[in-house]
Structures are given as C-alpha cells and as structure tokens.
C-alpha cells in the first residue's frame, strides 16, 4: 500500500524558552554547531529514505525550536541531499521567529528551495508578547514579514494565539484584525493552552474566562470568514489555494519520517496479515541526537489504538475524510467504527456519508471523540 508521505525535520533550538511552550526545544548556548547538525541530519535522512522510492515525499516540514537561526545554506546542503526524494511541486516549510529573522535576506532560503514561510507571531500587543516571554515586539513582527515577501515567499503562514493571559475579546480581535493587515495566505489560529511541565503550569497566569473564549471564537470565526478565510481544520485557516499540504498528510492519517532530534515519524509496513503501523522517535536531547543520530525507537501501534489515532487526526478536519480511507489507511474494516459511527450519526453529531462530523458536531468534537473510546 502507498501513502502519501511527508518528512518532518526538528531544529531543536531557539533563543531562550518561551514560558508556555512544550515543544522539544532548548535555549542556545554559545554558537550553534549548524555543521555538526546538519552532518546528523544527512545521516539520519540517508538511513530513514533508504527504502522510499525517488520523488517520493510530498511535503517537508522544516520546525522547532527555531528554524530561522540557522542559515539559508544550512538548508540548501540539506534540501540538495534530500533533491532526490522530493516531488518536483513539494511544499518545503520552514518555521520562523521575528526575532530571529529581522535582519536576514530571505530570498536566500527561497534560494535554498523553502517555499512556505511560517512566522510564529503569537500577538502583536507587546504587553503579551514581554509575558509571553517572547524575543520579539509587533515591529519586528512586520518587518520580518516584509521581508519574507521581499524574498519572493507567495505562501505565507501567520501563528496567532487567542485567549491569553487577561485578554479581551477586543484585545483578541485586535490581534487578529493586526495579522490579516499584514495580507497572510494562513492563518494558524490557536487557543493558548497550559502544558504540563511549562513555565505557566508551575505559576499559572489568569486565563480569560470560559464565556470571553467564547466571544473570541465566534468573533474571530466570523472575521475570518468575512476577510476569504476558509477553516478546514480546528485551528487552520486558509486563503483559497492554500492550504498546509504537511499538516493535511497528518490529520488524513498519511505516512510521515520524523529526522532530528525527538522527531516522531508513523510509517505503514505491509505485514502478513494486512498493513502494520509503526510509531518511530529518535532521541529528544540535542546532546543525545548529534552522539547517536541513528538511533530510531519503533513502536507497533495496536488496531485500537490505530483506530483512535485515525479519528483523533480525521475529525480535526471540518470536510472529514472519505469513508473509504479509514480502510485503505488503517487496515481496518469500517465495520469497527461501529456501533458508535451510527450511534453518533443518529444523534446528529456525524455525518453517515463521511467519517466527518456535522456542523454541530464540529462544536462539540472532544465529546464525539469520548464516545469512540
Ligand atoms: C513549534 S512552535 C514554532 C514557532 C516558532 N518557534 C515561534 O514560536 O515563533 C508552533 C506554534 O505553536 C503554537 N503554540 C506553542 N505552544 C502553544 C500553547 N501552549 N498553546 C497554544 N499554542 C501554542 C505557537 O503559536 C507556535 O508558533
Ligand atoms: S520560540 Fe517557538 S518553539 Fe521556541 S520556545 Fe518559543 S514557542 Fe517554543
């Protein structure tokens, strides 16, 4: 059986820690040994590829950390390595943080063959982004923004988050009215969460209340709509044209190598008695990774664990995914789904033509998602 497939590369490093953020990332010390780290990534992407045909990926997901404080020609060594895998119209992501990118020429990364910038803004009230511990006020927001559109990047993400520490809905909308301005073909709209073991889980800053989230969503829902956004997932938003190629593999259940450190990766192996899903990670601390980058922990995933993981990533989509993929992706009989598939349809909160949910389902996904464990 073949999946589409993508390839996620971590950069495990950004300037200092961001008090929320739970991501594999680790302050830079001194200089960053690009050379060492790209020696490791070759290696770790030659064993990985060895048993993918030629132009065989889809999509490169370059994300962190922070990927833009390494240099254009870090990447051009990686992307020429990687040339012969890659689909000729590959999207190539590369994650950016203003306050790394400030300065830099751009077009030397569109050289390098990145065709996708995603520039984690967060907020442009420089109040929440001192709190949020952030590297970076509004202005270097938009200034990077020009000049990934001066390096000639046409596909452009905007990372925004809502509901943080005391915000308004005005204050939300505020920010959200800042990043269309700026014209982004993406936005990635996210609800601030506590993560366990971050900086904010050990002194928790006030969270606007459970109604205000509300007004922020439903203004932000109907703003987005009304400046050509279309929601295809629960915190993406596309202009026509655009959306995340990497993050639609993920959530259509499609195959994906993990290189760097603590990259995940789920492959589909044929196995005698059908498709075997394997789960692979390599080893998160950047000391670990650039000693032994070839080290790949595998993990067999059980069908019900498969089937959940299905659903988990599929119902995150609003249009769903097509009856027929459940098979072809996971191996299983669609019968499995069952009887909660009708049960859920019945109640009107799934579509029965689709592995969706309905409009009012959508509103309630964390519930739908319950009845399937
Ligand atoms: C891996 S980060 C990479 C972006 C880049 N390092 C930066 O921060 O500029 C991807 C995005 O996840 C979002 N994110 C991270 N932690 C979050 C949290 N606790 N709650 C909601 N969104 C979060 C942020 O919007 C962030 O830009
Ligand atoms: S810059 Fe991005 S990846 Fe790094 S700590 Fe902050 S949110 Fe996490």
């Known amino acids: 059986m073949s999946l589409p497939l993508s390839l996620y590369v971590h950069f495990p490093w950004c300037v200092r820690k961001c008090p929320y953020c739970d991501f594999n990332s680790h302050p830079v010390r001194g200089n960053l040994d690009q050379t060492g780290y790209l020696k490791a990534l070759v290696m770790d992407a030659s064993t990985a590829l060895q048993a993918v045909p030629t132009r065989g990926i889809t999509s490169v997901f370059l994300g962190g950390g922070t990927p833009s404080l390494f240099d254009p020609g870090t990447f051009e060594k990686l992307l020429v390595h990687l040339h ?28 390098a063959g990145i065709n996708r910038i995603s520039l984690g803004a967060q907020s442009f009230d420089p109040a929440q982004l001192k709190q949020l511990g952030r590297v970076h006020g509004p202005g270097e927001i938009c200034t990077a923004f020009e000049r990934i559109r001066a390096g000639g990047f046409e596909n452009v993400n905007l990372d925004l988050m809502y509901g943080l520490p005391e915000q308004t809905s005005a204050e939300a909308m505020d920010d959200l009215e800042r990043a269309l301005a700026l014209g982004p073909e993406h936005i990635s709209w996210y609800q601030l969460t506590i993560e366990p073991k971050t900086e904010f889980a050990r002194r928790r800053p006030p969270l606007p209340a459970e109604g205000e989230v509300e007004v922020m969503e439903a203004s932000g829902r109907e703003r987005l709509t009304a400046a050509g956004f279309q929601r295809y997932e629960v915190s993406a938003w596309s202009r026509q044209g655009h959306k995340c190629e990497h993050n639609l593999n993920y959530w259509r259940f499609g195959d994906y190598i993990g290189i760097g450190a603590g990259a995940h990766g789920k492959l589909t192996r044929g196995g005698p008695s059908g498709p075997e899903i394997v789960r692979t990670s390599k080893p998160a601390q950047p000391r670990v990774y650039l000693a032994e980058p070839l080290e790949t922990r595998q993990r067999a995933v059980s069908d019900v664990e498969i089937s959940l993981e299905f659903l988990m990533n599929a119902l995150r989509l609003t249009d769903g995914v097509s009856a027929d993929s459940f098979t072809a992706r996971t191996g299983l009989p669609l019968s499995s789904l069952e009887p909660t598939w009708s049960e859920l349809a019945e109640m009107g909160l799934m579509r029965n033509d689709r592995i969706a949910t309905t409009a009012f389902g959508y509103r309630h996904l964390d519930a739908v998602l319950q009845r399937f464990l």
């Open 84 to 111: 012969p895998w890659l689909n000729p119209e590959a999207e190539i992501t590369m994650e950016a943080n203003p306050g790394t990118v400030e300065y830099q020429d751009f077009s030397a990364y569109r050289e």
